[in-house]
Structure formats: C-alpha cells, structure tokens
C-alpha cells in the first residue's frame, strides 16, 4: 500500500512538473511577442542624411538618420489624383504598434486614448532640413528617439512637399500623427522641405502645391475650418483648438515664417478657411 501511494505521489509531483514547464514556456513567448517592435524588424539601408542638427520637438528633426528607401515601402507607392493634383503615396511605417504608440500619446496630451482624429485644421511646416530623403526615413520609424518623456510616438506629419512641388503623403490623413504640440488631435500637418537656420527659403513650386493641397483637403473635409501656419499655434489657443495635459510640454516655433503664409493666405482665400493676421 505504501508502495502504490509512493507511486501515485511520484506521478503527480512529474505530472506538475511538465504542466509547470509548458505555462512557464508559453508565458515565456506572450512576453517576447509583447516585446516585439514591428518598427525594427525592417532593417533600413544606410544613406547619409543632411538632416539640421539644432531642432526640437514636432516639426523638427533631430538626428542624422538613415534612409528608410524600403523595398516594402517602394512596392507600396501609387499616385492619388484630386483635381489636377498629383499626391505621391510614400507611406512611413504604420503597424499596430505606432497606433498604440499614438493611442499613448493622445491619452497622455489630450486625455483620451484615440489614434485617429477628425480634422479641423490645417497645420504649415518646414522641415529646417534641405534633404526630402533624410525627413522622410526620420519619420519612418515608428518609435521617437527625442522627447520621449512626452510620448514614446515618433514625429511625422500627414504630408511632404519637397522642393520642386511634389507632394508626398506620409499618412492616413486622419491618422493622429505628432507634428504639433497641442494641436494634434485635430490638425493635418504639411511639412515643406526647407527653412535650414530658420531662413526662409521655401520654393514658389512648394508655395503652389501647398495651395492645391489645402484646397484638395478642405473639399475632402468639410470638417477643416482653420489653416494655421505653426508659428501661429497660440492663435489656436482663442479658438479652442488648443489642448494639452502637459503645461510644460511647449516650445515656439518660426516655421513656415510670415511670408510664405502671407502667400499660402492670398492664394486659399476662397476656399472658406478661418486663418489669422500672418
Ligand atoms: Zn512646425
């Protein structure tokens, strides 16, 4: 009898054991697939980037990255039409984990855990970098590398004009992207390649392309009534398009400078927009 329970302890200690084993290991692999970052599964090829130096947060850039000229990436271009107006699909990278990371984002500025915004302005940039190619693979990545104590969200705006008027669209156009404090959760953002040293050097092809695509967006979206310049954000502020947890989350920014939205202003005026004194 003695014998027999031996046994039958000995079973259920080894049949513990195993059942033990399998939970450990399969906990084991929720843990890495938890820890798996989409975003750098896709190695990007080296491409020395003239990318500025001296920026900050949303809007600029802050390191000399490499190109994100991705096959995966390269496959999935197309060219939308509206109009006359030629927008070149060049996605950055956006898998589950940059919409959680927006998702993060939204909760910790705004107070509520979205990754998808319904527009209601228009935002003008400039890069402050001379280099399309080098914004573009800084923006790909979906995770930041500064600020990201505000949000581990890497910046990008929803679209791209380069030098010579071409357009580029990064995003969705309502994905929430980062590209302006404050104003995220209702903005589109344009980012023109220019403004190295906060010069004002943005191109009459970039100044006609921005016109297009404001009119293009604002037929699309019945829902945008505003087109601000960045530099312009406090203005947002009087109009309650303004919201942010973080009151020391903040920084001013020149771009795209008064004279080019002086020209964006003159060139859009029939389009229905609220915009404000340049
Ligand atoms: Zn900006």
């Excluded at 679209?159 to 580029?168: A, E, K, N, Q, S």
């Excluded at 303004?242 to 989350?249: A, D, P, Q």
Aim: charged fraction near 20%; proline fraction near 4%.
């Amino acid at each position: 009898m003695k014998k027999v329970t031996t046994i039958i302890i000995t079973s259920l200690v080894a049949v513990s054991l195993v059942v033990f084993t399998a939970i450990i290991y399969a906990k084991g692999n929720q843990i890495a697939e938890e820890e798996n970052v989409p975003g750098e599964l896709i190695p990007l090829p080296d491409e020395s980037a003239n990318v500025s130096a001296n920026m900050t947060s949303e809007c600029k850039i802050t390191d000399n990255s490499t190109t994100g000229q991705n096959a995966a990436v390269s496959s999935g271009n197309k060219e939308l039409t509206g109009n006359q107006l030629k927008i070149v699909y060049k996605p950055v990278l956006i898998t589950e984990y940059r919409k959680q990371l927006a998702r993060e984002y939204a909760n910790m500025h705004y107070g509520e855990y979205i990754d998808t915004i319904k527009p209601q302005t228009i935002i003008i940039h400039w890069t402050a970098s001379d280099n399309m190619q080098g914004t573009y693979s800084y923006f790909y990545r979906e995770e930041a590398t500064v600020d990201r104590e505000y949000g581990r969200l890497n910046l990008t705006s929803h679209f791209l004009v380069d030098r010579d008027g071409t357009i580029y669209q990064l995003t969705p156009e309502t994905f929430l992207n980062r590209h302006a404090i404050g104003l995220n959760w209702c903005s589109i953002g344009i980012e023109n390649v220019g403004g190295v040293n906060g010069k004002q050097d943005l191109t009459e092809a970039q100044l006609k392309a921005n016109i297009q695509l404001v009119k293009y967006l604002k037929d699309k979206y019945p829902s945008i009534t505003y087109l601000l310049g960045h530099y312009q954000q406090d203005h947002a502020k009087k109009v309650g398009l303004w919201k942010e947890k973080v009151s020391s989350y903040y920084t001013g920014k020149p771009d795209p400078v008064r004279i080019f939205m002086q020209g964006l202003i003159d060139g859009t005026k029939d389009y229905g927009l609220t915009v404000f004194e340049p």
